[in-house]
Structure formats: C-alpha cells, structure tokens
C-alpha cells in the first residue's frame, strides 16, 4: 500500500476521489450526460442521463479496479489480484489487470450472462466459478486464493480504492450538471453493494452539494433502500432471481452503508419490468444499450412521480445509467416491450 | 441571409464551419470518440468511434438543421421550414425548428422506419408523405411547398449552412483524435448524399490533414464510390430496397461531390449483411443502438483489410457512426446475427 492510500477500514475522503481521477485521466471515457427531448416531454420534467454504459468494458466498474489496482505498491500488484464479481467488477478487473501486465482471477457466479463470461475471459482474466443461488460462499473462496496465490484482493465495492473510483462519476456529474445549468437535483443511482452510490455522494458531498443521490434497487433486492429505513444492515432473503444481475448483492457494504446514511436521500424499488421497459425507452430515445441492472436508475425517473419529496415534481432528475453489458436474447425482449 | 452567410452556390469554408460550431455551441452534444479493447482485438489495430447516434434527435442531423434554421434572417425563420428527408434530417430540423418556435413541413418517404416518422411527428413537425420506390420526385413537391407557403427550404445535404453544421463533427474529431494520439488515420464515414462526408473532409482538411476521409455506403447505392471511380455524377439505378435507409440517396449532391472528389479517398461499399453485423458489434462491445445505414462505416472498419493503401494494416482507422434511429425489431434481427 502507498503511504497516501486511503485507510483500508474507512471510506474515502474527496481528496482521495480527485485523487483517483487524476490516476484515471487519459484512462477512462469522460462519459456524455445525455438527454432526449421527447423523454423529458415524457417524464414532464429534465432527465439527464450519465451514461457509463459507455465506459471502457461497458460499466463503470473499470474505474474503480483501475483505481485500485493503480493504489497497490508495485510488489503486491505484479502477484495479481483477485476479484468477487456477478460480472461487470470482472470485466473492469480484467482489463485494468490486462493494462497494468498483471494476472487477475474472478470469483464469478456460475448463472452470470454469458455476454459476462465471455467478456472477462476475451480480456485475459481466469475465472472460478461458485453457485450463487445455492448459497456457495464466494468471500471464502476468493479468500483462499488470495492466501494460497499471494494475490490482492480487489473487492467489488467494499474498499475505500474501489469506492474512490467510483466516485470519479460524481466528480464529472457535478461539472456536467454546471454545463448542463442544473444546481439542484436527485441523482438516481443504481445501486449493488453501495460502491458506486456512495462514491458518488461523497463525490458530489463536497464537489456539488445542491445534488442529492438516491439508491435505486430492483424489488425484492432493497437490501440498502430497507437498512437505510431501519438504520441497520438488512440483508435480502433471496440471493437470485430478478433479471437485474449486475446489482443483486446480499446485503450493503460496511464501509458503504454508513457513507449512504449520512448523505443519501430514501433508497427506491423498482420492477423487473420497468428496468426492462426502461431498456427500451433507453434505446429509442438514447440509442443506449443498457442492461436490466444499468437501468433501474432511468427507471425511477420514469416510473415515480414522487422523487421530490416537497420540492418542484418539474425538477430535473439526474439517472446513472451504470452499465451496459446484456445478453442479445434478453436485450430484444427488453425491445418487445415497446 | 445574414450578411457573412455562405454563398448558396459553394461549399463552406473551415471558416464557416467554426461559425456553425459556435452557433452549436451548448446545443449539440459533443459526442464522445469511443473504443473497445476487444474489438481492437478482432480488428487487429485501433478502432475509434465518433459515436453521432448520441446527437440530439439520435443522428448528426440535427447539427446541420440547427446551423441552416440559425443562418436564415428572422424574418425568413419566422415563416418556417421545409425539409426533405428520409428521417433523421427530418428529426433533426424539426427539433430545431421547435426549440426555435418556428414551423416545418417534412417531405418524407412513405418507406422510412416508423420509428422515423414518429420521432418527426412527436417533435411537432408536419408530415408530407411520398412514394420514394415510385420514383416520386420529392424535390418538385418540397419546391411547391415553399412557393405556396413562402417556407425556406432545408434540403438534407447540398445546401452550404447544412454542410458546415455537419462539418462541426469534423472539428471534433480533429480535436479528439488529438487527445487519443492520433495524427495519421482513414476517417469512414457513412455517406448518403455527402452532407456529412463533405463537411467533414472540409474540416479535417484544416483541422487534421494527416485524416483522410473515406466514403462507406451500401453496396447497390454506391453513387459517391462510382462518381468518384468516373469522375463525373453517377447515379444509383434503384432507388429503394436496401436495409440502410438511412443513407440511400440518387445521387452525390451538386455542392458535395466537387469537395469530396478534391479531398477524400476511394468510395467503400458494404452488404446489408455486413452492416446488420456491425450493428450486432456495436451493441456487444461499444453499448451503442446503431441504425444499418450509421453502421456501414463501422462495417468497413471490421470488414476490410485493404483501408491503408500502401500504409500499415495496423494503423487507427477512424469511424464515424452516424446514427441510431432504428425499429425494434430491425435491431434485434441483426442482434439474432451474432
């Protein structure tokens, strides 16, 4: 570890978020916040979408292992690292591995979408599998190849280098909500384990205070909008099963939830089917291709007419759109909705 | 006219480019030059996408509309515009004709993907449908259009103000292929009348004269590749019956040809087959929704081994993906290609 990294047992300060975007700088795609003029005639106000779908392997996960694979002292990082992931954490993984010359292994869930697999094996990565819905413990796993291969760990979003990553999204909302002319705003975001949701309210805690960040989970996986209403960690009773793969987590971070207490607005649920009727819309106004867990952010904005809590309903929404890796086959019965 | 309006009779100066650039300013997205590690791969060197389907109205269209509609006096403007298109110009000046307060009639084949028509109509502009296989000419119904209503004609592509709107994407890419390192590289661009590849040659000739640009357009209509072989205006013998609708124009317009004979090399045609698969490509590895006639650039790019012409097969070859406006269920036929 470098001596200016981040404390491993606490989240990152904003210093450390600046810090991993200048180590990100000529890396990562500076993603376009865009909108649609027939959307915002839908939603009856601005929905101005963050599009990291567009990010290097396809979710904003690649900022945060470059971030942490770029904070490891140079002996640690060249063993390699291993990563827990249901699929996009490895993609990003893999290719910051494959950039920096160094070996990553993914601890990956068995039922991941092909389009996952594939894509972090196309990019160097090995992969050990471990059956998600039987309840298969992926942290003892990755633990012990870790021990046995000498290997870092780069956890998907419980590590301060991680969550810094991440937070560069925020940085770039909060200047392109300035040239956008947006003070005052919910920023929706699509939220796993907390990584990138808090990231991004700690970003914007100190870079653009007037914008607030809410969750967005899929329904029957609100481990963090349920332990943020009862001030305690929740964890969900089903570990499988909605078609939002990329965000089924069982239970918030602990460096997270505390990050997400402090400063995020009511977590928010939303159906399969409007992630899925959110895809669509995403394609024939955005021309984005999103995945189901991508867009559960887009799909609040769309669906709830009740994210003001008391200010203007004509205020403008901001939506992460995190990431874009899907299946053709689920992708096109997404289209089907339309 | 403005004063410092282009002559109606020439093609823009790089100086009347940088005046439309300015005029778009705040209203076009400036939309980014992406990459993807593993389609590098299958390439085998850099593919850089100017990703266009991201613009306003899901097309470079709608920089042309804005910089013609901005360089008519008030007085004109007031009394509206006429467009003939076959959709995403049609899309493009009605956004601009709406966010303007002013009216516009669209000329528009009775063929084009309803997803076009609909976004023509649903951004407030009049429909006038014609029978484009029948070889209806749409060019006498828009000039009786204007006569009986006193409106400005925007033809889509051989018009000055449209050309230097649509070279502003040439600037961009100028610029960004700077910050990717860039200075040597075949620029493909989808090209149905020339608009865009004219505009966009014009740019990079002062811009980035080490970008050549390049015309791609569907095998069967490749007017502008002919026309450039002979030397002289050739047309297409069939005026419908290719997927890439987008792009099936009669011929190379008047004011286009001159610039793309004096500046860009040989014309590239592909098959539909090979355009759906690009389409399939983008969607897999950039998270892009590209129409078939945006998608022919990038189909060269991934189809061709012989762009350099005597330079390196692995130098960067540039792409411009020019738009997204495309049926559902056209999408998932190519998608059903991978």
């Given at each position: 570890?470098?001596?200016?990294?981040?404390?491993?047992?606490?989240?990152?300060?904003?210093?450390?978020?600046?810090?991993?975007?200048?180590?990100?700088?000529?890396?990562?795609?500076?993603?376009?916040?865009?909108?649609?003029?027939?959307?915002?005639?839908?939603?009856?106000?601005?929905?101005?979408?963050?599009?990291?779908?567009?990010?290097?392997?396809?979710?904003?996960?690649?900022?945060?292992?470059?971030s942490k694979l770029t904070s490891l002292d140079a002996a640690t990082r060249a063993r390699g690292v291993v990563a827990i992931s249901s699929g996009n954490h490895a993609q990003g993984v893999a290719l910051a591995a494959r950039l920096l010359g160094v070996r990553a292994v993914i601890v990956m869930p068995a039922d991941a979408p092909a389009a996952k697999r594939e894509g972090a094996r196309a990019l160097g990565a090995e992969l050990a599998l471990y059956d998600r819905a039987g309840g298969e413990d992926r942290d003892a796993l990755a633990a012990s190849l870790c021990a046995r291969e000498g290997m870092a760990l780069a956890h998907p979003f419980d590590?301060?280098?991680?969550?810094?990553?991440?937070?560069?999204?925020?940085?770039?909302?909060?200047?392109?909500?300035?040239?956008?002319?947006?003070?005052?705003?919910?920023?929706?975001?699509?939220?796993?384990?907390?990584?990138?949701?808090?990231?991004?309210?700690?970003?914007?805690?100190?870079?653009?205070?007037?914008?607030?960040?809410?969750?967005?989970?899929?329904?029957?996986?609100?481990?963090?909008?349920?332990?943020?209403?009862?001030?305690?960690?929740?964890?969900?009773?089903?570990?499988?099963?909605?078609?939002?793969?990329?965000?089924?987590?069982?239970?918030?971070?602990?460096?997270?939830?505390?990050?997400?207490?402090?400063?995020?607005?009511?977590?928010?649920?939303?159906?399969?089917?409007?992630?899925?009727?959110?895809?669509?819309?995403?394609?024939?106004?955005?021309?984005?291709?999103?995945?189901?867990?991508?867009?559960?952010?887009?799909?609040?904005?769309?669906?709830?007419?009740?994210?003001?809590?008391?200010?203007?309903?004509?205020?403008?929404?901001?939506?992460?759109?995190?990431?874009?890796?899907?299946?053709?086959?689920?992708?096109?019965?997404?289209?089907?909705?339309?």
């Open positions: 570890m470098r001596d200016d990294a981040p404390d491993a047992c606490a989240a990152p300060t904003l210093a450390d978020i600046h810090d991993a975007a200048s180590r990100l700088r000529g890396r990562a795609v500076r993603t376009p916040l865009l909108e649609s003029d027939l959307l915002n005639d839908a939603a009856g106000r601005r929905v101005l979408v963050k599009a990291e779908s567009l990010q290097r392997t396809g979710s904003f996960k690649f900022r945060g292992a470059w590590d301060p280098a991680v969550i810094a990553g991440q937070g560069t999204v925020g940085l770039e909302i909060a200047e392109q909500a300035r040239e956008a002319g947006v003070a005052r705003a919910e920023v929706l975001v699509c939220c796993g384990g907390g990584g990138l949701t808090s990231g991004v309210a700690l970003a914007l805690e100190g870079a653009a205070p007037g914008l607030r960040v809410r969750p967005v989970e899929p329904e029957g996986f609100d481990d963090v909008a349920r332990s943020l209403r009862a001030g305690a960690p929740q964890r969900n009773a089903r570990s499988a099963g909605s078609v939002c793969d990329a965000i089924l987590t069982p239970a918030p971070g602990r460096l997270t939830l505390p990050v997400m207490a402090r400063l995020c607005g009511p977590g928010i649920a939303v159906s399969d089917d409007a992630a899925l009727s959110a895809m669509a819309q995403a394609f024939a106004r955005l021309r984005l291709a999103l995945e189901p867990g991508g867009a559960v952010a887009l799909a609040a904005a769309l669906t709830r007419a009740d994210l003001a809590e008391g200010g203007d309903p004509a205020d403008p929404v901001m939506v992460v759109a995190s990431g874009g890796n899907v299946d053709p086959s689920v992708f096109s019965a997404a289209l089907a909705l339309v």
